[in-house]
């Protein structure tokens, strides 16, 4: 008697995933389907080894139909994520092209510009630098690199300027007493 309820059961459980399985047995792979064949084959899972020989449908392909979903999914999200690479890399090198459009030369004046266009270029993503404009990069080294010459030497003949400008005021208080 007990041993019949057990079976009885056993069937009932595995009458419950058969269902399940025949639902989205007749479904095509897809990105979007990905949790359905999930919990279906999580419900197979659960299921005991008699519960499973009382299955009348054939779980193999769900997990085909899983993988193949899988495989789905990731191909779109890469899409997704290449076409956001594109955007970031199109916005920085308009960014960029508008900066060098006004800071034509490498000096001082434009040290804070170039520098500016650097650090977009430098936020930019490894994925997203496959689709920057590399002359775009150059350029802007070569001029941020003439322009930090450019600042450093005027830096030091500020500085002359101003131990000469010390110096003279103490000529001036040296003479005034």
Known sequence: MIEEEVRQKDMSEAKK??????????????????????????????????????????ISVIQKLLKDSIKLKEEYEKKLQDEKNKKSASEASETIKSILAIATVGNESNLKELRRARKIYDSLSRDALTYFD???????????KSAEADYEEKQRIRGYKSAAKKAEDEVESIISY
């Not at 399940?20 to 389907?33: G, M, Q, T, Y």
């Not at 590399?134 to 941020?144: D, E, P």
């Open 17 to 58: 995933v058969d269902d399940a399985i025949a639902e989205v047995i007749k479904l095509s792979a897809d990105k979007d389907r990905v949790f359905a064949f999930q919990e279906v084959i999580s419900k197979y899972s659960n299921l005991t080894e008699t519960q499973k020989s009382y299955l009348q449908n054939d």
């Open 134 to 144: 590399n002359s775009l990069i150059t350029k802007i080294n070569k001029l941020l």
